[in-house]
């Protein structure tokens, strides 16, 4: 059974960084893409990054694309993403999920999903 935890969520103020960090288990992590997506109150998810098996190539949304970097550690089972210059428009719950494709941008390919950290930026 596929399980992702994802953890470093937390309150910061506009201008700071975050780090999350989603563990992955019951998955052949090194043949699966990773992606981070967010659900702010209130709107629909939305794509935030997403890294290849490989880790390259990588997709970024424009909304983050220059501060925000997606990694992973295939040894670990681990994905990242480093959160920087966060805006209070970042505010949102952030997740985790599994694609069996080498790489996409596309929710409806992820078959897993975690159970989210929250991110707040106030201004």
């Known amino acids: 059974q596929v399980q992702l935890v994802e953890s470093g969520g937390g309150l910061v103020q506009a201008g700071d960084s975050l780090r999350l960090s989603c563990a992955a288990s019951g998955v052949t992590f090194s043949r699966n893409a990773m992606g981070w997506f967010r659900q702010a109150p209130g709107k629909e998810r939305e794509f935030v990054a997403a890294?290849?098996?490989?880790?390259?190539?990588?997709y970024y949304a424009d909304s983050v694309k220059g501060r925000f970097t997606v990694s992973r550690d295939n040894a670990k089972n681990m994905v990242y993403l480093q959160m920087n210059s966060l805006k209070p428009e970042d505010t949102a719950t952030y997740y985790c999920?599994?694609?069996?494709?080498?790489?996409?941008?596309?929710?409806?390919?992820?078959?897993?999903w975690g159970q989210g950290t929250r991110v707040t930026v106030s201004s």
């Open positions: 999920a599994t694609s069996v494709y080498y790489i996409s941008s596309d929710p409806r390919r992820f078959a897993s």
């Open positions: 890294i290849s098996w490989t880790g390259s190539p990588t």
